[in-house]
Structure formats: structure tokens, C-alpha cells
């Protein structure tokens, strides 16, 4: 199992194996770079780091902005909610965020949308109210 700094460093690199970098590890580095620069410098820094990393493993059309802007905001919300000193803390207090399907989206988002092409390369506001969200968007 790689540590932190490398796991970090390598997604910086773009230099991890495809195998290495799943659901998981996205969301810790989100996690990682939202306790290194904040919010909102997380929302420049993390999804350009993640085109980058994109298109070195050849995959550029992969990256998603409304998944990446929005699991960087509920990230940073529940970091701000109950601060975890420690990766292990906060995955062990948010298990639902580190599952790819179904997706803790799907209480915000609907289907739908996320898999438009406008969600792809813009941030969209949420559209769903469902358990866990907050009212944010039209009723549906």
C-alpha cells in the first residue's frame, strides 16, 4: 500500500499505474487538496490537476466537471462539519463517499443530467431534492 505522500505525489506526476488510481483515491486527493489549499482554491487546483492526469493516461474525455466540483463541495462540507485529523477518520465517517455506484450524487443529481454533455464540461448546479440534499435546485 503506497503512503499518502506518494499517492499524492504520484497523481501530481501523473506517473500512477491506471490499476492504482480508482474512486477511492480520488476522493482522498480531493480530501488532500482541499486541506492543502482551501476552499475555493481546491476548485482550481484539484480539476486541474485531474485534466492533467487525464491526459497523460490518454483519457482526456474522462475528466467531469460537475462530478469533480461536486465532490470537492460535500467533501469540503463534511471536512468543515466533522474535521478528521487523518484520511482513515474521514473515510471511516463518510463510507458513502468513497463508493463510485451507486454514487452519493444520485441524492443531488439526476442520472440524466450528470450524463449530459453540459454537466461534463461545466459545473451544474444540483437538480434533485432527495435524502441528504438540502434544497438546492428546482423541485423536480
Request: proline share 6%; glycine share 8%; with cysteine.
Amino acid at each position: 500500500m503506497m503512503s499518502e505522500q506518494e499517492l499524492l505525489a504520484g497523481f501530481e506526476a501523473a506517473s500512477l499505474p491506471d490499476d492504482a488510481f480508482h474512486h477511492e483515491q480520488h476522493v482522498h486527493v480531493a480530501w488532500m487538496f482541499i486541506r492543502r489549499y482551501g476552499m475555493p482554491g481546491a476548485l482550481t487546483e484539484f480539476p486541474g490537476a485531474l485534466k492533467r492526469f487525464a491526459i497523460a493516461k490518454g483519457k482526456p474525455n474522462l475528466y467531469h466537471e460537475t462530478i469533480t466540483w461536486a465532490f470537492l463541495l460535500v467533501v469540503a462540507e463534511r471536512q468543515a462539519r466533522c474535521p478528521a485529523e487523518s484520511w482513515q477518520a474521514f473515510a471511516a465517517l463518510n463510507g458513502d463517499l468513497l463508493v463510485w455506484k451507486p454514487s452519493v450524487l444520485g441524492r443531488y443529481y439526476e442520472k440524466e443530467t450528470l450524463g449530459s454533455e453540459l454537466a461534463r464540461r461545466v459545473f451544474v448546479m444540483p437538480d434533485r431534492l432527495g435524502p441528504g440534499a438540502r434544497g438546492i435546485g428546482p423541485r423536480v
